[in-house]
Structure formats: C-alpha cells, structure tokens
C-alpha cells in the first residue's frame, strides 16, 4: 500500500488463510508521493515517488530488507512500472500531461535469473509517423540521472531529452499480459496496448470513441488470471470496470458518497 504524500512510504498488510489481518509493517521509508508501483520477479515491490525528480525503490514486501533506491531507472514523474517476463524488461509510465513511455533493458540477469538493475539502458519510445498509434522505435535516454536543480529548472527532463518521443496525455497504471504491456491515460481516457513482439502500438478503449462509453477517469490497472483487464477510476464514477477481451465493459464494484476520492490497487489474492 503506497502512501501518495510527503515523507509517505510503503506499508503492507499480512493475511492468514481465512483471510484475517495478522500484521502490518512498513517496507519503505523516507520516500515522497509513493505512486502506483509494480512487483517484479524475485518476490519484490518496487515503489515510484511521482515528482519531478522522482525515483523508483526496491522493497522486500516482508520488511526484512530496507528498501534501495535504483537510479538506472532515471529522475522523473513516475507513476506505475510492469515486467515482462518473458524478456526481462521494464516498462514505467509517467505521470505528466506530456509524459513518456519508458523501458529498462537491464546490461545482465541476477544468477536467479531475475532483471539486474545494477546497470542497463533506459529508453524512451518514439511513434514513426505522424498517427498516435503505429511502430515504436526505442531511443536510449542520455542521461538517466541529471542533476536535481536541472530538473526543478526544467532544463534537462528525460522526456525532452529525445525531441521527437512520443507524448502520452498522464500516464497511470501499467500491466503485462500474454506478451503486451497495456497502460491508461488519465488525461484523455485512454487505455493504449504495446505488442512487445511486433513493437506496434494501438488505442484499445477510448472514452470520446467508445460506443460505451461508461469508463472515465482512467488509473490503476490489473489482469485477472481470465486475462480479463480491470480498469480502477479515480474520479468518474468510482468504479472498477472490467475490459473483456472481446472489448465489451462490465462495471464490477462502485463506491458512492466519496467522489473526492479514487479507487487504487486492486489486487487478486492467490
């Protein structure tokens, strides 16, 4: 459970089998504006601070090991990241009107077999072509980890730091499914769909297009084991709507009498 404040952190919560709170602990500290995050293999969470200068943070989800910050996955507004496993690779989003889509290609594996964040390529997609949709071309970004002050004087973001990336209107959560990595767009209610084999990227549900168009507000995602893609709202109606795979929409819970609130973090237990 990320803690989206200042000086927030991490928390997590411990069930029994009946499904019954047994503890609570922190698994991150001294951390600012926790974000939507994402677990990688190897049994960890890595939590995103959503500021200019914002990192993301390896933590052990049983609080045994202090988290560690991990650099090569760069200085910006980080919102959500997802793994794909099958490569190895990292995607993050970030959270601006005119955010990036990035990917971590890690230099080498742990000797589990797991993404080493010692040292790798951190990337930036670019569109070919003038469409919002199409091929993605991946560009290494320069310098992953410019200096504070440059940041806060906007002269050396990591988007802008590759002139032609492609803009992404408030990038939220991000999940990995059967060999695509799916992300909303908070700003214009979009959920996107990258397909890590043919590199191409598509709209797979816009609001203002949609012939239901019952889903606004776009942010936290997650797949259930059906493959079935849950959508949370922050705003809108406060829902979490599922996208079934033949692109249909069912609304699946709704809080009413809190619409200054979101809902976030939707998790499966096994």
């Not at 709209?203 to 203002?208: F, S, V």
């Not at 979490?240 to 795979?245: D, E, F, G, N, R």
């Amino acid at each position: 459970s990320n803690s989206e404040r200042y000086f927030g952190g991490v928390s997590a919560l411990e069930f029994n089998s009946e499904g019954i709170l047994i503890d609570a602990y922190s698994i991150c500290r001294g951390t600012n504006m926790n974000c939507a995050g994402g677990s990688i293999q190897g049994g960890k969470w890595l939590t995103c601070e959503e500021t200019s200068s914002g990192q993301v943070y390896e933590c052990d989800p049983y609080g045994k090991k202090q988290s560690k910050v991990l650099p090569t996955l760069g200085r910006f507004k980080h919102e959500a990241v997802a793994e794909d496993f099958l490569n190895k690779h990292l995607y993050l989003t970030e959270d601006t009107p005119d955010g990036g889509f990035y990917r971590f290609i890690p230099d080498s594996l742990t000797k589990h077999g797991n993404i080493d964040f010692s040292n790798g390529k951190l990337q930036i997609a670019v569109l070919i072509g003038e469409k919002k949709e199409g091929k993605i071309e991946w560009k290494n970004i320069i310098n992953p980890n410019p200096p504070v002050w440059q940041i806060l004087l906007k002269i050396n973001e990591l988007r802008y730091q590759i002139t032609n990336s492609a803009k992404f209107n408030g990038g939220e959560g991000i999940a990995y499914y059967d060999k695509k990595i799916y992300f909303a767009t908070k700003g214009d209610n979009r959920i996107w769909c990258y397909d890590t084999k043919t590199q191409n990227l598509f709209i797979l549900y816009d609001h203002l297009t949609h012939s239901n168009p019952i889903l606004t507000g776009v942010d936290n995602i997650v797949f259930s084991s059906a493959g079935d893609l849950l959508v949370a709202e922050d705003g809108g109606d406060m829902q979490i709507v599922a996208i079934l795979s033949d692109g249909s929409l069912i609304p699946l819970i709704q809080i009413k009498g809190n619409n200054r609130s979101e809902i976030t973090g939707p998790a499966f237990d096994p």
